[in-house]
Every structure is written in C-alpha cells, then in structure tokens.
C-alpha cells in the first residue's frame, strides 16, 4: 500500500497491465427454488493498472466488515484514488 493524499492506495507490482482475476473461496447464491442457485467469487478484480496503481474503470468484489460479507464495489480510478 502507498499513502498518497492522505489515502491509502493499493499498490501492484506490475507497472502496466490489464488485469482480470478471480481467486478465494466462493459462495453460493440461492435461488427460491434451488434451480438456478450458482457459484461467485468472494474476491474478484476487473481493470487496468498504470504506474503500478489502479486506472481508469475497475469493479471488484471483496469482503467488507461492515456488511459481514461480500459485495460488488465500482468506479474509476485516477492515479490509484477513487474519482467520486
């Protein structure tokens, strides 16, 4: 993590890359019936790094404490902090 602006930024290793990856454990998502229950990641990240931080459109899934599970997290990024 880098503090920039008084934030904290995730930071990458990889300078540039376009980023697409799944991984942790998975919960399923129950249907009244059972039909068409399914499977999704608790932890997931869809976007673009450049200079190491996060750019550009990005949506993520990941455990948030005060929900006490996961949900889905979207917005642009520019420079790794979050525009609006």
Do not use: P
Not at 3 to 13: A, D, G
Not at 21 to 40: A, H, P
């Amino acid at each position: 993590y880098l503090i920039q602006e008084n934030y904290i930024v995730e930071y990458y290793k990889e300078a540039y890359k376009k980023i697409n990856k799944e991984w942790g454990n998975k919960e399923i998502i129950y249907t009244k019936d059972g039909l068409d229950s399914s499977y999704v990641y608790l932890y997931k990240q869809k976007g673009e790094i450049k200079k190491n931080v996060k750019n550009g459109k990005w949506d993520e899934r990941r455990y948030l404490e005060e929900y006490n599970k996961s949900v889905w997290l979207d917005g642009k990024y520019i420079n790794g902090l979050k525009d609006g």
